[in-house]
């Protein structure tokens, strides 16, 4: 809400769909089918909060611990695609080791109680190289994606017959015991359609068909895909699917919303765009209540890391960091926390929202109740008020007040347990520790990368090749190399190159001359330069480089990379004779690997940096168990290894309209680190200054909490199985604090019982005239030295009522520290 409404609109494109379900018991499985109101699984309906965490952007020792959190948080389940140009990056070569083990990540989540939704695709653009195909593809004579057309359809229906193939020798489907209740197929198909002409429905056709084909035992869906064929359902991605979803095909089919919204995933040169949680919130409420939903997912829950050179083109490596887990897999509050709310107050409204008969009355011009009676006379209400104002509601002749844009959930038709716009939930600050510095240059190597001129080359063309298809994924740099003769030195030649993406960098008999790179929005560019040439034959060797390949829109098969037109003079030199080297020598020799290494020949460190430079050095890892990130903000574009662990491309020197770096922290996996001796490799493709880089920790050390003396208690301590919401049981409004585990609250920074200014997003907060001389002693009393605390919000437990006729709040930040 904060946010421009064209901007919000954008993160709510289309997405997948996933979907858990909190086991009752920790058997699972069973028969899943579905009809016009949920899922039904076992014969129960359903309402189902779900989240993306997608595999291989984390790593399986992370996998435990995330998926914890989530059903912490009160998911029901887990969805993630799957990534063919992981599994298969050689035809015919399959691997399902590691982070790409599919099978032990779905085990996981089954051991854990939750459901899954697995997204197949195969096509899946996520933001993924190439949206998940192998570049192989591209090769196959006659090939058309995504449309119907026989080499594509071989392939598409080999991959998918072995995923499921997989999933049911694990026995992994619902019908099967395991935990997967969904599978998708295609993915947003509906956004290129048209482009295929009479080609795209009978490739909509052809696939659902094929899918339901391989017999799973659980529904099928198509994420934006409104002519979906029956059996399989059609489900919602976007921002409108609270306001706008036309609905599911079928009365039969249940409406289902596979969603974008934590954030909108960031890229290169751009800054972060947030949501706030409580814009979530009401669109997830508003979805629930007014399309008849009851499945919601998350995208993404978890966002994790690109590593290696996964992402699409122009992708940040850090992926969604702002969702509810953060990259590092530890609580976003009170994004987290909030959500956790709504979860457990939508449950609590669970029986008259599946089997309950819906009205809708008007409470004011932009203010509504949508009431839900039961068989039973169990009746839950949901008060909306869409205004951008404060709204006062009288509601079955009880006088509510709603804050702008908002909607209350009252599970008993009476007593408010949740507002979406009001967040009780604490918040928390991540900070970053420098642990481990480089500052000393003997501790550095370097190695600088040849550049090759064309007598070096061994590809020859008279023209300028596409760069997608020629390296093939296999490096992000091509070279095009030509020779120049000149009859007279000239020390002013106009040198023109225009490429279809993404970065260049010329050089002139060995010297660099001039570096161009596009953007996400128009990848394309043209690099002017003037440069000497020398009498004789002039070397010109120009390094193109893609980040990451495209992802989306349709006839993808057809994009193209790399140099389109370059000209010297005006001269155009595109048919010239071109020798082409595909990748860097360091990359062939994989100098990043410990065995690798030792294949070239390292100098010391010395003086100023050079352009297309590796770096290598050795550390020790930081004792402790908080999540470890390399500050790279002295460094300029490349891409870092640990122990030969690809953890990503950097590229700190593309600043945003800000000034700052997209991404200045790289996460760095526990599981690539040993205690000593950890082999760090730096390959920089501009320059940059390695000594100023430093490994830190990342940790949360601060929470803060903010309740009014009026509040309710968190939904989550009532009594869910009961159902019972007397005042009684309501109590006394308590706020609530954790740090970390294994750290406890160290200093307390700041209290007051009374009327603070400021709140936990204020950074300066200050004490009134209203205000309880015991506040500290109070708080210290109750947290000081532990994990977790939790303090009553009444005058007495503070000795005396500062101002007896006042609003009062108690507003708490502390330092925590293990
Ligand atoms: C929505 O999610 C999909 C992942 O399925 C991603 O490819 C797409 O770019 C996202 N759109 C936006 C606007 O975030
Ligand atoms: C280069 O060759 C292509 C294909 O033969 C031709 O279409 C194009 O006009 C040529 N360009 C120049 C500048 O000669
Ligand atoms: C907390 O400390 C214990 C004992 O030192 C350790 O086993 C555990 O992994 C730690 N947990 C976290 C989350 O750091």
């Given at each position: 809400m904060t946010l421009p409404a064209k901007v919000v609109m954008g993160w709510w494109r289309c997405s997948l769909a996933l979907f858990f379900v909190v086991a009752l018991a920790t058997v699972h499985g069973g028969s899943v089918t579905y009809d016009g109101r949920s899922l039904i699984i076992n014969g129960q309906h359903k309402i189902l909060f779900s989240g993306s965490i997608h595999y291989p952007r984390s790593t399986p020792e992370m996998w435990p611990d995330l998926i914890s959190k989530a059903k912490e948080g009160g998911l029901d389940g887990i969805e993630s695609y799957v990534f063919w140009n992981l599994h298969e990056p050689k035809q015919g070569q399959f691997d399902f080791s590691g982070r790409r083990d599919l099978v032990r990540f779905i085990k996981e989540i089954q051991a854990q109680g939750l459901y899954a939704t697995l997204?197949?695709?195969?096509?899946?653009?996520?933001?993924w190289t190439y949206g998940g195909f192998p570049v192989w593809l591209h090769d196959v004579p006659g090939i058309v994606f995504r449309s119907d057309n026989e080499a594509f359809k071989y392939h598409m229906q080999r991959f998918t017959s072995k995923i499921v193939s997989m999933m049911k020798s694990a026995k992994l489907y619902a019908s099967q015991?395991?935990?997967?209740?969904l599978s998708q197929i295609e993915n947003e198909y509906g956004m290129v359609e048209k482009a295929y002409h009479e080609g795209g429905p009978s490739y909509v056709r052809w696939a659902a068909e094929m899918a339901v084909g391989l017999q799973t035992g659980v529904p099928w869906i198509m994420c934006k895909q409104d002519d979906a064929p029956d059996p399989v359902i059609n489900t919602c991605n976007g921002l409108?699917?609270?306001?706008?979803?036309?609905?599911?095909?079928?009365?039969n089919k249940p409406a289902l919303w596979t969603e974008n919204w934590t954030f909108r995933y960031q890229t290169f040169g751009e800054e972060a765009q947030l949501r706030s949680v409580e814009n979530i919130a009401y669109n997830v409420a508003l979805f629930i209540i007014a399309k008849k939903g009851s499945y919601v997912n998350y995208y993404m829950y978890h966002g994790g890391t690109n590593f290696d050179r996964t992402a699409s083109a122009f992708t940040l490596t850090s992926y969604y960091d702002p969702a509810p887990l953060d990259e590092y897999g530890l609580i976003r509050q009170p994004t987290w926390g909030h959500l956790k709310e709504l979860h457990a107050a939508i449950k609590l409204c669970s029986e008259p929202l599946l089997y309950g008969t819906q009205n809708v009355i008007s409470l004011g011009n932009l203010q509504n109740a949508y009431v839900f009676r039961g068989s039973s006379g169990k009746c839950a209400a949901f008060l909306e008020n869409s205004a951008g104002q404060e709204a006062r509601v009288i509601f079955h002749n009880v006088p509510y007040t709603l804050p702008p844009n908002s909607i209350s959930i009252l599970p008993d038709c009476k007593n408010v347990v949740f507002n979406t716009a009001k967040v009780s939930t604490q918040y928390n600050t991540r900070s970053m520790t420098p642990r481990v510095k480089f500052d000393s240059s003997a501790k550095w190597e370097v190695y600088k990368e040849a550049i090759p001129n064309f007598h070096d080359t061994s590809i020859r063309a008279n023209k300028l090749l596409d760069q997608i298809g020629t390296a093939k994924d296999t490096s992000d740099y091509l070279w095009y190399t030509f020779r120049l003769n000149q009859n007279s030195p000239s020390l002013k030649s106009a040198l023109s190159v225009y490429s279809h993406g993404h970065v260049v960098h010329a050089y002139i008999n060995g010297v660099l001359v001039g570096s161009a790179h596009g953007t996400l929005k128009d990848p394309t560019f043209t690099m002017e330069n003037n440069v000497n040439l020398r009498r004789g034959e002039n070397s010109i060797s120009l390094l193109s480089a893609t980040v990451g390949l495209p992802d989306s829109g349709a006839y993808l098969e057809r994009r193209d990379a790399g140099l389109r037109r370059v000209q010297v003079d005006g001269r155009d030199?595109?048919?010239?004779t071109w020798g082409y080297q595909v990748g860097l020598l360091g990359e062939k020799l994989q100098i990043f690997t410990p065995l690798g290494s030792s294949k070239v020949r390292w100098e010391k460190l010395r003086g100023s940096t050079q352009s297309l430079t590796w770096y290598k050095t050795t550390f020790d890892a930081p004792a402790g168990n908080n999540p470890v990130a390399l500050n790279l903000g002295s460094m300029g574009k490349g891409e870092a290894w640990i122990n030969g662990n690809s953890i990503g491309r950097y590229w700190v020197s593309f600043r945003t309209p800000k000034g700052t770096p997209s991404q200045t922290w790289y996460h760095v996996p526990g599981s690539f680190l040993k205690p000593t001796g950890n082999l760090l490799v730096l390959q920089e493709e501009e320059s940059g200054n390695p000594l100023q880089i430093s490994l830190d920790t990342i940790s949360v050390t601060k929470a803060c909490g903010y309740v009014l003396k009026s509040y309710l208690p968190p939904v989550t301590s009532w009594r869910v199985e009961t159902r019972k919401y007397t005042k009684s049981q309501r109590g006394t409004p308590k706020l609530q604090l954790n740090c970390p585990a294994n750290s406890t609250v160290s200093r307390i920074l700041f209290a007051s019982y009374g009327q603070p200014t400021g709140n936990c997003l204020s950074e300066y907060k200050t004490i009134t005239r209203c205000h309880s001389p015991n506040s500290k002693a109070v708080v210290t009393k109750a947290c000081l030295g532990k994990t977790r605390c939790s303090i009553g919000v009444r005058s007495k437990i503070f000795g005396a009522d500062p101002c007896p006729n006042g609003q009062k709040a108690l507003l708490v930040e502390v330092q925590c520290a293990s």
């Open positions: 997204r197949i695709g195969p096509f899946i653009e996520s933001e015991g395991g935990p997967i209740i409108e699917c609270g306001k706008r979803f036309m609905g599911p095909n079928s009365p030199l595109s048919n010239y």
